[in-house]
C-alpha cells in the first residue's frame, strides 16, 4: 500500500471512529493532549502521525493502531487464521486425534473419573 493510501485510509477510519462516538477534533485534541491545529493539519495534508502519537489517537478511540492504518481489527486476523486452522484439521480426523493429544497430552479424550 503506497503512502498516500495508507494515510487516506487511516484519516478515514480515525473520522469513522470519531464520528461514531460524536466527538469533534477538538475533542479528540482533549482526549490525546494533541493540539487541534495538529490534527487539522495532520487531517487536512494527509499526514501519518508519530508512532506515540498514533497510539494515543487509537486509545482515544478506544481502538487499535492497526485498525486505523487497515480498517481491520486485529480479532478478524486472527479469526481468520483459527478458522483455516479448524478447516485443516477437520479434513482429518487423525489430525483431530494428533490435535488432541498435543494440546491435552496423550490421554486426550479418555475419561478420567475416578471412583
Given at each position: 500500500m503506497r503512502n498516500e493510501e495508507l494515510s487516506f485510509k487511516l484519516w478515514q477510519n480515525v473520522d469513522r471512529c470519531r464520528e461514531s462516538y460524536g466527538y469533534t477534533l477538538a475533542d479528540l485534541s482533549s482526549f490525546t493532549d494533541i493540539k487541534e491545529a495538529k490534527l487539522k493539519n495532520w487531517r487536512t495534508r494527509m499526514a501519518i502521525p508519530q508512532?506515540?502519537?498514533?497510539?494515543?489517537?487509537?486509545?482515544?478511540?478506544?481502538?487499535?493502531?492497526?485498525?486505523?492504518l487497515t480498517g481491520q481489527k486485529m480479532n478478524e486476523?486472527?479469526?481468520i487464521r483459527v478458522r483455516a486452522i479448524a478447516d485443516w484439521?477437520?479434513?482429518d480426523e487423525g489430525r483431530v486425534s494428533a490435535?488432541?493429544?498435543?494440546i491435552f497430552g496423550e490421554k486426550a479424550g479418555q475419561s478420567s473419573v475416578s471412583s
Amino acid at each position: 500500500m503506497r503512502n498516500e493510501e495508507l494515510s487516506f485510509k487511516l484519516w478515514q477510519n480515525v473520522d469513522r471512529c470519531r464520528e461514531s462516538y460524536g466527538y469533534t477534533l477538538a475533542d479528540l485534541s482533549s482526549f490525546t493532549d494533541i493540539k487541534e491545529a495538529k490534527l487539522k493539519n495532520w487531517r487536512t495534508r494527509m499526514a501519518i502521525p508519530q508512532a506515540d502519537e498514533l497510539y494515543r489517537i487509537a486509545r482515544a478511540l478506544n481502538t487499535t493502531v492497526e485498525f486505523l492504518l487497515t480498517g481491520q481489527k486485529m480479532n478478524e486476523t486472527y479469526d481468520i487464521r483459527v478458522r483455516a486452522i479448524a478447516d485443516w484439521l477437520s479434513e482429518d480426523e487423525g489430525r483431530v486425534s494428533a490435535m488432541e493429544k498435543i494440546i491435552f497430552g496423550e490421554k486426550a479424550g479418555q475419561s478420567s473419573v475416578s471412583s
